[in-house]
């Protein structure tokens, strides 16, 4: 086994930066500047992204963080004390969602926004900050699959890190990451057609990639929080999709207006 990458990144006095914060922070600030170059084919005001995301975005971070402790809650309970050391890990992203989707819809109901054209110009930027998140779950050795022999396909600066507990683990970050970069510029492309998509189907679009993909993945973690015979995300995964499934199939009934 080679080098292994420090989680912390560097040190500001008694501060330790973490790579994992920076991945976070990053993937949100490219988010929040994507929708804002997007809010005008809406006729939303650009600041109004900056004020939503500085309302959302630590609340869902407390979101992220309820969310695996109640799935985690055999250890917290024995372990009150960790419930706060975030940097110890455990934020889970299908928290940070719903708190995000419930502080979404609080916003936009008062500023009189529509909800769904919200969600159209968020979704691509989430989709594309949780692909670059995957690579702080990397750097903190998390969110990986069964142990295998090798890993000679990869890169040795990945191969490096994946070396867990004594063996070479499936880098299911990666695959997420990768699937959700991929879904980012199909669906910046797809909307740009003229005509394609309907109010509402950007965000479907969303909501069907990511829990479709995010299923699979999580079905090859060792690493996930359990319910009821599944891991968790996958009962999450499985609403995103009926959900998305649903928005779409309202082509059926309703007029519904054209992207742009």
Known sequence: MGYVINPIAFELGPFAVRWYAICIVSGMLLAV???????????INPDQILDFILLAFPIAIVGARIYYVIFDWDYYAKNPSEIFV????GLAIYGGLIAGAAVLYYFARRHVINVLDFLDIAAP???LA???GRWGNFINQEAYGKAVTHLNYLPAFIRNQMYINGSYRVPTFLYESL??????????????RSGLLKQGEVAAFYLIWYGCGRFV???MRTDSLMFAGLRVSQWLSFVLVVLG????YRRKNHELPDYE
């Open 33 to 43: 500047w994507l929708a804002m170059k997007e809010a005008p084919r809406k006729g």
């Open 217 to 219: 993945i999580e079905g």
């Open 245 to 248: 499934a649903l928005l779409i």
């Open 86 to 89: 975030i940097w110890h890990g």
């Open 179 to 192: 699937w959700n970069l991929f879904g980012f510029i199909l669906i910046v492309i797809l909307r740009r």
């Open 130 to 132: 949780q692909s670059i």
């Open 125 to 127: 930027g989430v989709m």
